[in-house]
């Protein structure tokens, strides 16, 4: 077996991965094969214990039955959706159809794998889950990082901002908003600090990552 080792994300936190299966033997054997290859490992009898531990911050994937007492591993696999919890998911089944992986896949699942199983194939498999975690995790934190970046601007800002994206000069902008030249320029400079933009190339590096200028009616401030 190889081990590529568990990515860690922007968040800092050892990425696990979570077993929820309720045959204790099959648990087991999958937490030793994990343990063996130095990858945190988590076991759980049933999906509401599961539930009952989860933090969403923490980074991983989930090895998941499809079949068991109480809520069922699609049942789960719905929850975690509905709450907008994308931590992929394997499904392992000895009970499993075509119509089952097709219905959890539609869902979202990483993948679907039948017993017996392959155990190079499985920890592959979840090495590639892993790197998917951490990757959209980075999104994500990018994503809010950016967020603040915009929130911390004042709405007058806003629109500085919006128009600047839109290639408008300071003395553009001044007609646009009806202020002085001297005023717009003071604006400009406090949102490209606030922003950590060193030229407008960097503003709308920053705007295009948000998607804002998909469209331009969409950008603060900018004229409708």
């Excluded at 007492?69 to 499904?91: C, E, R, Y």
């Amino acid at each position: 077996m190889t081990s590529k080792g568990t990515p860690v994300p922007a968040n800092g936190k050892q990425a696990t991965v979570f077993v929820v299966d309720d045959n204790e033997a099959l648990a087991r054997n999958l937490a030793w094969l994990l343990q063996s290859v130095q990858i945190p490992v988590e076991t759980f009898a049933s999906a509401q214990c599961f539930l009952d531990a989860l933090d969403a911050q923490r980074p991983g994937c989930l090895l998941l039955d499809v079949r068991m007492p109480g809520m069922s591993g699609l049942d789960l696999q719905k929850h975690l959706v509905a709450q907008g919890l994308l931590l992929p998911i394997i499904f392992i089944s000895g009970h499993g159809d075509v119509q089952m992986a097709m219905r959890a896949v539609r869902l979202g699942a990483f993948d679907f794998i039948e017993k017996p199983f392959n155990e190079q194939d499985l920890l592959d498999r979840i090495h590639q889950a892993l790197r998917c975690d951490a990757r959209l995790r980075a999104r994500q934190h990018e994503r809010q990082a950016l967020q603040a970046l915009f929130a911390s601007l004042t709405p007058r800002e806003q629109e500085v901002l919006g128009l600047v994206v839109l290639g408008k000069s300071n003395k553009a902008i001044a007609k646009v908003l009806d202020l002085s030249a001297k005023t717009v320029e003071v604006h400009r400079a406090s949102m490209m600090a606030k922003m950590r933009a060193h030229s407008v190339a960097d503003v709308v590096r920053l705007a295009m990552q948000q998607q804002m200028l998909a469209s331009p009616a969409g950008l603060p401030g900018s004229p409708g």
